[in-house]
Every structure is written in structure tokens, then in C-alpha cells.
């Protein structure tokens, strides 16, 4: 069975600082997608980045940076000179290819709070 | 802003009730999704719609069911509400795509079960 875990429940942080949250996960299938995904205080899951299986180059998009390691079952998301917008949680996800309909296993999330 | 709306957006019910949620997707999806995301939780996948019939399901009781209609909208129906059912239950279309995932999601109703 496919599985998720993000060890860090709450992170705290000063704003213009560095922040990684880590993400390890648990899978029998050679081919799948992860995900990173953002939920601000309205709910909404915002899509950040889809990674699949094949394809370890780590990838950096403005101030977020992701890196793949199928070595160490790790997706882990870092988030550089942090700001207040940025506080949320976010969640990291696992959708495997073999399971014939498109459905996503969430970890249970890292809450990101950004002081001033 | 995904086009993915759902109503209500808050609703309180009591222990025994039935309710009905709804979403729109965003258009030219043909896929549908619902999630159930408890307080403090990730979301748990409870089924997946595709041109009117559910092709997958997680791990919930038959007291859980919806309908695809075929404009794509949707509806999550809860029987015989239960105070484990509170939780914020989400919304996500999609393309059908067996494995890439890429969900659209909406905000969510959230439903109290007192």
C-alpha cells in the first residue's frame, strides 16, 4: 500500500529565511506521480508541482525549489527567503499509475507559519 | 483560482441526518473527485467519477455515494450522518488520466455533525 508521511507537523519561521519541508513516501510501484500541493486558511489545495517517477532532476520554480531522491523514498520541498504569503499548509501526495483512476494519497500536511 | 465551485460552503447537521453536497467542475474536465480532509489531516480519498459512473473508491462505507451528471457537476450524498463525518469534504476535477493526477480542487464544504 502506497503511503505518505511528513514527520514535521508545524514549522515556525522569521520572514527572509530558508525553510525545507521534508517528505517521505512509501510505494510497490516502479511508475508514479508525487506532489506538492498548498492549502491557505480558504481551503482550497493549490496545485505547486507534479514529479514523475522517472525524472530525478530536482526543479526550481522562483523562490521554491523541489528535490527528488528515489534513493532515500524522498520529495522535499524548500522554500527560499520565506514571506508572510507563505504561511499555509502544505501537503505532499502520491498518485501511482497503476491504480487505473487519478487519485492522490496525501501525507497529513506541514503547517508553515511565517512571522514579520 | 481553479473554475472548481461547491456548495455549501458551511453547514451543520445532526447525527442521523442525510446531506447533499455540490460542485461544479472546471470546464471541459470529465472527471470528478471527492475527497473527506478531517481537522489536522491530509485529505482521504472517498470516489472518483467518470461520464456518470464511480471507477474508484477508497476506504468508506456505502453510506457514501454520489452522481455525475452529464454537464460534468457532481453530488457527494451522506446517509445516517455521523459525528466522525465533520470534516471538510473537497471537490477536484480533472481530465481522466489513470495516473498523472493533476487535480483541480475547490474550497470545500465544511459540515459540522452535532
Known amino acids: 500500500a502506497q503511503k505518505v508521511t511528513q514527520a514535521q507537523t508545524e514549522i515556525s519561521v522569521v520572514e527572509k529565511e530558508d525553510v525545507t519541508l521534508d517528505c517521505v513516501y512509501e510505494?510497490?510501484?516502479?511508475?508514479?506521480?508525487l506532489f506538492w500541493y498548498k492549502q491557505p486558511p480558504s481551503g482550497e489545495l493549490v496545485f505547486l508541482i507534479r514529479?514523475?517517477?522517472?525524472?530525478?532532476q530536482n526543479e526550481i520554480s522562483g523562490r521554491y525549489s523541489w528535490n527528488f531522491q528515489k534513493s532515500t523514498s524522498s520529495f522535499n520541498f524548500t522554500i527560499t527567503a520565506s514571506q508572510v504569503v507563505d504561511s499555509a499548509v502544505y501537503f505532499c501526495?502520491?498518485?501511482?499509475?497503476?491504480?487505473?483512476?487519478?487519485?492522490?494519497?496525501f501525507g497529513k500536511g506541514t503547517m508553515l507559519l511565517v512571522s514579520p | 483560482e481553479t473554475g472548481v465551485t461547491q456548495s455549501p460552503t458551511h453547514l451543520i447537521k445532526t447525527r442521523g441526518q442525510q446531506v447533499t453536497l455540490r460542485c461544479s467542475s472546471q470546464?471541459?474536465?470529465?472527471?470528478v473527485s471527492w475527497y473527506q480532509q478531517a481537522l489536522g489531516q491530509g485529505p482521504q480519498f472517498i470516489f472518483q467519477?467518470?461520464?456518470?459512473?464511480?471507477?474508484g473508491r477508497g476506504n468508506f462505507p456505502p453510506r457514501f455515494s454520489g452522481l455525475q451528471f452529464p454537464n460534468y457537476s457532481s453530488e457527494l450524498n451522506v446517509n445516517a450522518l455521523e459525528l466522525d463525518d465533520s470534516a471538510l469534504y473537497l471537490c477536484?476535477?480533472?481530465?481522466?488520466?489513470?495516473?498523472?493526477?493533476?487535480?483541480?480542487f475547490g474550497e470545500g464544504s465544511r459540515l459540522t455533525v452535532l
Open positions: 501526495a502520491l498518485s501511482e499509475a497503476n491504480s487505473g483512476y487519478s487519485t492522490l494519497t
Open positions: 477536484a476535477s480533472s481530465l481522466k488520466a489513470p495516473n498523472t493526477g493533476e487535480l483541480f
Open positions: 467519477y467518470y461520464r456518470e459512473e464511480e471507477n
Open positions: 470546464s471541459g474536465h470529465n472527471t
Open positions: 510505494t510497490r510501484d516502479t511508475t508514479y506521480y
Open positions: 514529479r514523475n517517477s522517472f525524472d530525478e
